[in-house]
């Protein structure tokens, strides 16, 4: 079945530690996405890549790192430098060719900082 | 960046009856999405407008576009249980969804 597979679901982190969430998705998408979400919070854009090779700072990208070396892949790594990490991270992807350019998400993977 | 308010933030519903929740900004919007997420579950797209003043319905789920195109609105009829959850309106602003806060629904029997 075509998707976005986010791993690992739960994680749980030692402080100073850093941790890389994985996103894949086989839907062909150009486009791939990370937000947070906190308790009763909205979607916040941590970064976003258009093209392989190629990506931008969302709103709260201090903290956070990504590559896209791969169409199908978007890692995100919470690095130690990120204050407050525990949250729930989204993966999303969308077609650059669909008329709405619609987000489809992944699970999401829950962090934990211990 | 662009920015939406939702409101209400939280909206508790007796089962049966109808409810909206609002988007709104302060610049005109080329278009707005609305997605729903369950609790504990992801956001899935609900629908997009474009048009000013558009209205789209979806079953029980009504999406009006503002005339000047600066507000949102999703209004449900007859609640059902299966309404829980929290709904969110997204612009797009360049190669990115900036999305608002969302309201949280709660349905009670």
């Known amino acids: 079945d075509g998707g976005i597979t986010q791993s690992p679901k739960y994680l749980f982190r030692k402080e100073g530690q850093n941790v890389t969430l994985s996103c894949e998705q086989n839907?062909?998408?150009?486009?791939m996405y990370w937000y947070r979400q906190d308790p009763g919070q909205g979607l916040r854009l941590i970064y976003y890549?258009?093209?392989?090779?190629?990506?931008q700072k969302g709103d709260i990208a201090e903290g956070y790192s990504v590559s896209r070396e791969k169409k199908e892949s978007f890692p995100l790594t919470v690095t130690s430098a990120q204050k407050n990490p525990t949250a729930f991270y989204l993966c999303?992807?969308?077609?650059?060719?669909?008329?709405?350019?619609?987000?489809?998400f992944g699970e999401g993977s829950r962090l934990t900082v211990l | 960046g662009q920015q939406v308010m939702q409101i209400p933030q939280y909206q508790h519903v007796q089962e049966g009856e109808d409810f909206t929740t609002y988007c709104n900004s302060s610049t005109t919007l080329s278009n707005i999405q609305w997605y729903k997420q369950r609790p504990g579950g992801h956001p899935v797209f609900l629908i997009q407008l474009v048009k000013s003043g558009e209205v789209k319905k979806q079953k029980r789920l009504t999406f009006q576009f503002g005339e000047a195109k600066k507000n949102s609105s999703l209004h449900i009829t007859a609640t059902q249980t299966t309404d829980v959850g929290t709904y969110f309106c997204a612009v797009r602003e360049g190669g990115k969804l900036q999305f608002g806060a969302g309201t949280q629904v709660v349905v009670t029997p």
């Open positions: 890549s258009q093209i392989v090779n190629d990506f």
């Open positions: 999303a992807s969308s077609s650059q060719g669909r008329k709405t350019g619609e987000l489809f």
């Open positions: 839907l062909n998408h150009d486009a």
